[in-house]
């Protein structure tokens, strides 16, 4: 496995693509990433979650991960090592902002889940970014000497430790929360019986009668409808990517064998996997074939 290494204190790039450009790897430093636009699976430590714009991640050193793009993607990332925070803690003028960036990127509770943020803190996060990310676009050299910078990275984190406060607050909640629901069905989209109505409802605690009635008001489809198009999606994608067999596909998703997945895709698709893959090829490569 690649282990990415850097040397600056801190280096940010920004770049959009539709397919990621590095395999499954870690890094030596730390990193912030936000999503401007775009939407797919972030793997951290072999656990998935899915992104969409305005998402936020964290990752620690030796933190595995790779993004699975279903949608062109517009990524910032924010690198650093250890020694751009050699305080810690930023103080202010009326009072102190307890934050240790490093403490906060190295909660795994981070990694396990997505940061959650309410609508105040999307649209402060992504003004600060949109910042970042001009600043970063006239200045790149001077990057690492940015008081500027400094202290809009230190927002962000000031806004991730107010939703991470949130997020405590909101758990003792027993309301059927969209976010937390949606996100438990895609990292669990490969395991079937997980994803049932009636292991849902238990696990959110609401009747399983209840659950279909509003999850069909709530996203105008039913959950069989939903679950169906964000698997294809994703069979979609590694097909085009090319990176598995289709029997390798069917093994991930846990269909039972690749004659039923041949037979799952055809019925929802109208055409096999294999055609799919050769209506998908890139023009030239087919070409070149």
């Known amino acids: 496995m690649n282990k990415l290494k850097q040397f600056q204190s801190l280096v940010i790039h920004d770049y959009a693509e539709g397919s990621f450009h590095l395999p499954l790897h870690s890094h030596t430093y730390y990193e912030l990433i936000y999503i401007f636009s775009g939407r797919g699976e972030h793997i951290v430590n072999s656990i998935k979650n899915n992104y969409s ?3 936020v991640f964290v990752l620690s050193p030796n933190d595995e991960h790779y993004f699975d793009i279903v949608e062109h993607t517009h990524f910032i ?11 810690g803690i930023l103080n202010t003028d009326s009072s102190p902002i307890n934050i240790s960036p490093i403490e906060v990127m190295r909660k795994k509770i981070l990694k396990e889940m997505k940061i959650t943020l309410n609508d105040t803190q999307k649209i402060f996060m992504k003004n600060v970014m949109d910042n970042i990310a001009l600043y970063n676009s006239k200045f790149s050299s001077t990057i690492e000497r940015s008081s500027i910078i400094h202290a809009h990275i230190f927002v962000v984190f000031s806004i991730i430790q107010e939703a991470m406060s949130n997020k405590i607050i909101s758990s003792k909640n027993q309301e059927l929360d969209k976010d937390s629901l ?16 009636n292991v849902l409802s238990d696990f959110f605690n609401i009747s399983a009668s209840y659950f279909s009635i509003w999850f069909k008001r709530n996203f105008n489809m039913n959950l069989t409808q939903y679950v169906n198009d964000y698997k294809l999606e994703l069979i979609k994608n590694r097909i085009i990517a090319g990176r598995k067999s289709i029997k390798g596909i069917s093994e991930e998703f846990n269909f039972s064998d690749a004659s039923y ?8 698709t109208g055409m096999t996997p294999s055609k799919f893959k050769k209506n998908n090829l890139p023009r030239n490569k087919e070409e070149g074939d």
């Open 53 to 55: 714009r305005g998402d």
């Open 182 to 197: 949606i996100s438990f069905i895609h990292q669990n989209i490969y395991f079937p019986d997980k994803i049932k109505i």
């Open 77 to 87: 990332f924010i690198k650093f090592t250890e020694s751009y925070f050699e305080e």
């Open 261 to 268: 997945f041949t037979r799952y895709f055809k019925n929802h």
